[in-house]
């Protein structure tokens, strides 16, 4: 039986949609019919919901944003200036398949994926930021560009101590010895996600670099998402907002979106580990298995995230096309 891919509305068949993406061990919140609306919403672009089927049996889910300005268009997942985590291709009934059903079944879904993009959007470039999506073979053969992107993963295993123990000996200092009455690391509301991006923007602005992620966008994911799939930590001085972190939470894995950026407040407390700690710690608690500090490609962003002992793991980035990469890949500068 072949392989039938379609496409699923946002807005009518997000619920159909939803069940899909909940299904699949590949994705996370930003694959959710409202948070695609939103992506496309903020920057511009018309998504399409793309679901392939073998018979009534969903098989694969693969969001894409289509940009266009002038006579360039662009295909794009996640959506240009969207800062999502990670999107692309997602996969659905596939585990106790043996390799060959699984290769043929894979290859299948992505070539009607493909043949979509190219027939209904014909982009002259295009770029997919994969999340949990490792054979990305398909693509070479269809002579798209593959390159490994990198971030870091903590593993939330043991106990809080164990989790505490394989930190680096500063960081390890900074959690045990910082005085419990001089902060509050809590979860935030809506106004602490406005504070936590708003921050973010300053310290992008104070080193002369671009920042388009938007307060109203970043809190209508908060609001519209379910409960818990954006959580804003934030950590307290006397009272006063000075630092925050906001966290993507799929059912196994916390991401760490935005945030944790050095704050401009000088305070003899240290409030980066501190989050990270106590995201992690909740994480731990909750029973999810894994820390997602989202990037490892800026060394001095590197050193920070590497004293929480992570493993270092691959994502790929897929490109096709070169004509108008001034006017497109400028509306697509992704965060690490």
């Known amino acids: 039986m072949s392989i039938e891919v379609t496409t699923l509305d946002p807005r009518t068949d997000a619920d159909e949609w939803n069940r899909y993406v909940e299904r699949s061990d590949g994705t996370n919140p930003f694959y959710r019919a409202e948070a695609l609306r939103l992506q496309a919403t903020d920057t511009g672009t018309t998504p399409h919901l793309l679901a392939g089927f073998k018979g009534q049996e969903p098989i694969g889910i693969f969001p894409v944003f289509e940009y266009g300005k002038g006579p360039v268009t662009g295909a794009f997942s996640p959506a240009p200036f969207s800062w999502s985590c990670y999107l692309g291709p997602a996969l659905l009934n596939v585990d106790k398949l043996?390799?060959?059903?699984?290769?043929?079944?894979?290859?299948?879904?992505?070539?009607?994926?493909?043949?979509?993009?190219?027939?209904?959007?014909?982009?002259?470039?295009?770029?997919?930021?994969?999340?949990?999506?490792?054979?990305?073979?398909?693509f070479t053969w269809n002579e798209y560009t593959v390159e490994p992107g990198y971030t870091y993963v903590v593993d939330l295993e043991g106990s809080e101590d164990d989790l505490l123990k394989r930190f680096s000996s500063d960081a390890r200092s900074n959690v045990r010895n910082a005085d419990p009455d001089a902060y509050v690391v809590e979860e935030g509301d809506g106004d602490d996600v406005e504070r936590i991006v708003e921050q973010v923007a300053a310290r992008y602005e104070s080193q002369g670099k671009p920042f388009q992620l938007s307060t109203e966008f970043?809190?209508?994911?908060?609001?519209?998402?379910?409960?818990?799939?954006?959580?804003?930590?934030?950590?307290r001085v006397d009272?006063?907002?000075?630092?925050?972190?906001?966290?993507?939470?799929?059912?196994?894995?916390?991401?760490?979106?935005?945030?944790?950026?050095?704050?401009?407040?000088?305070?003899?407390?240290?409030?980066?580990?501190?989050?990270?700690?106590?995201?992690?710690?909740?994480?731990l608690r909750d029973g999810l298995e894994r820390y997602d500090l989202v990037g490892a490609g800026v060394p001095s962003i590197n050193r920070y995230k590497a004293k929480f002992n992570p493993r270092l793991e691959t994502h790929y980035e897929i490109t096709s096309g070169s004509f108008g990469i001034d006017l497109v890949v400028d509306r697509y500068q992704k965060h690490s």
Request: aromatic share 10%; hydrophobic share 35%.
């Open 98 to 138: 043996k390799q060959r059903k699984a290769d043929r079944r894979t290859r299948r879904f992505l070539e009607g994926c493909l043949a979509y993009i190219d027939q209904e959007l014909s982009p002259l470039y295009a770029k997919f930021v994969t999340a949990e999506f490792d054979d990305v073979r398909t």
């Open 218 to 235: 970043a809190r209508s994911m908060y609001e519209q998402l379910p409960d818990g799939a954006i959580r804003p930590y934030v950590c």
């Open 239 to 283: 009272g006063t907002f000075v630092g925050g972190i906001l966290v993507v939470e799929s059912d196994r894995t916390r991401y760490r979106w935005q945030g944790g950026v050095k704050p401009d407040t000088d305070v003899d407390v240290p409030i980066n580990d501190l989050l990270d700690w106590h995201v992690m710690r909740d994480g």
